[in-house]
């Protein structure tokens, strides 16, 4: 079993910056897959991005050159550096973890309980 704990939301003004970390513990896999995923009122849940333990990257296009996903795995740590936000990133945010084709089908085994974000004009 993984455990995700996520953390760094709050409320920022639009254009403002935030970093949300995600703590994992437990029985962490060596080659996996960590993700960021964010869900608004009303709407689906979606990947934001996502990184390989060999550090392949990717990110939905409505927050390429805004967002930067990193890890640290001698911490078991995920973040997710958030620039320039705007009204349309206001969602909570989760960290997923799960073995590495998840990278490509979502299909995560482990997720956080989630971190609000919210962006105020």
């Known amino acids: 079993q993984v455990q995700l704990r996520e953390s760094g939301g709050g409320l920022v003004q639009a254009g403002g910056s935030l970093r949300l970390s995600c703590a994992a513990s437990g029985s962490i896999p060596k080659f996996n897959a960590m993700g960021w995923y964010r869900q608004a009122p009303g709407k689906q849940r979606e990947m934001v991005a996502a990184i390989t333990s060999a550090r392949s990257t990717k990110y939905v296009d409505s927050v390429k050159g805004r967002f930067t996903i990193s890890r640290d795995d001698a911490k078991n740590t995920l973040y997710l550096q958030m620039n320039s936000l705007n009204s349309e990133d206001t969602a909570v945010y989760y960290c997923?973890?799960?073995?590495?084709?998840?990278?490509?089908?979502?299909?995560?085994?482990?997720w956080g309980q989630g971190t609000q974000v919210t962006v105020s004009f």
């Open positions: 997923a973890m799960g073995p590495l084709p998840a990278y490509y089908s979502g299909s995560y085994s482990y």
